[in-house]
């Protein structure tokens, strides 16, 4: 009697399910940061910039855990209840998720305030629908269990249930903006991780990509040093790098 080979159908699922969401990049750039790691990107905006690149602390992930893309942006600023409708409260993240092209990064600021949601699930369910790599938030997400289930994966500096409507408004979309004490335009490449949230200027990208990777090809071969000699300190002294 022959054997049956027995499958459990959740292992076909989760097959099913990896090769359903691997990521494909419409630039060759942006693959190759996606191959990088957060920290060794941090560091080449160090060294090829000479300042800091990368986001406060503050900056987790709440749904998700990574995406590479380009950067399109919103903030909003404290307003007047009359001038903080519905409809005006945050017209310009919508405009700009609406007009969002796949594989964008949405960075919404809520200047001034982490106890207010700059995003919940009907904008999300319009993010995943465009596309989007992900969403970032100076600010607070609420609706988290509904975001979980699209599967966007966002970034905030907090969770909050609190609404903008009443308190904030929309001020513009598009244009260069501080989140989470970084400086961040439209075009510019966001790598974000478990470890943060890395802001790649778009005119030095080339530079710091080649940055990024000495970094890591350099890492890769220190392992095995380390653990030949068993000792960080001749590693640190051959490699100059810690």
Same mark, same amino acid.
């Given at each position: 009697?022959?054997?049956?080979?027995?499958?459990?159908?959740?292992?076909?699922?989760?097959? !099913?399910?990896?090769?359903?969401?691997?990521?494909?990049? /419409?630039?060759?750039?942006?693959?190759?940061?996606?191959?990088?790691?957060?920290?060794?990107?941090?560091?080449?905006?160090?060294?090829?910039?000479?300042?800091? !690149?990368?986001?406060?602390?503050?900056?987790?992930?709440?749904?998700?855990?990574?995406?590479? !893309?380009?950067?399109?942006?919103?903030?909003?600023? $404290?307003?007047?209840?009359?001038?903080?409708? $519905?409809?005006?409260?945050?017209?310009?993240? #919508?405009?700009?998720?609406?007009? /969002?092209?796949? !594989?964008?990064?949405? #960075?919404?600021?809520?200047?001034?305030?982490?106890?207010? /949601?700059?995003?919940?699930?009907?904008?999300?369910?319009?993010?995943?629908?465009?596309?989007?790599?992900?969403?970032?938030?100076?600010?607070?997400?609420?609706?988290?269990?509904?975001?979980?289930?699209?599967?966007?994966?966002?970034?905030?500096?907090?969770?909050?249930?609190?609404?903008?409507?009443?308190?904030?408004?929309?001020?513009?979309?598009?244009?260069?903006?501080?989140?989470?004490?970084?400086? #961040?335009? $439209?075009?510019?490449?966001?790598?974000?991780?478990?470890?943060?949230?890395?802001?790649?200027?778009?005119?030095?990208?080339?530079?710091?990509?080649?940055?990024?990777?000495?970094?890591?090809?350099?890492?890769?071969?220190?392992?095995?040093?380390?653990?030949?000699?068993?000792?960080?300190?001749?590693?640190?002294?051959?490699?100059?790098?810690?």
């Amino acid at each position: 009697m022959k054997k049956l080979l027995i499958i459990p159908v959740a292992a076909i699922i989760l097959v !099913g399910f990896q090769q359903a969401t691997k990521t494909t990049y /419409a630039e060759p750039i942006l693959a190759g940061f996606s191959k990088s790691t957060v920290a060794s990107v941090a560091d080449a905006v160090d060294q090829v910039l000479g300042k800091r !690149g990368y986001m406060s602390h503050d900056m987790r992930p709440r749904v998700g855990m990574s995406f590479v !893309g380009r950067a399109t942006t919103a903030i909003l600023r $404290p307003a007047t209840p009359e001038n903080s409708t $519905p409809a005006l409260s945050a017209k310009d993240s #919508v405009a700009m998720i609406d007009a /969002a092209k796949p !594989g964008e990064v949405g #960075v919404i600021v809520v200047e001034g305030s982490l106890d207010l /949601a700059g995003i919940g699930g009907l904008m999300a369910t319009a993010a995943k629908s465009r596309g989007m790599a992900g969403i970032l938030v100076d600010g607070g997400v609420r609706d988290l269990a509904e975001i979980r289930s699209l599967g966007l994966t966002l970034f905030a500096r907090s969770v909050s249930p609190g609404s903008s409507v009443g308190r904030y408004a929309s001020v513009s979309r598009d244009i260069e903006v501080n989140c989470a004490g970084i400086k #961040v335009r $439209p075009g510019d490449i966001i790598v974000a991780g478990e470890d943060g949230v890395v802001v790649v200027p778009k005119e030095q990208e080339q530079s710091i990509l080649k940055r990024s990777q000495e970094i890591d090809d350099r890492e890769t071969k220190m392992v095995p040093f380390i653990k030949q000699f068993k000792s960080l300190g001749e590693t640190v002294r051959k490699f100059n790098r810690i």
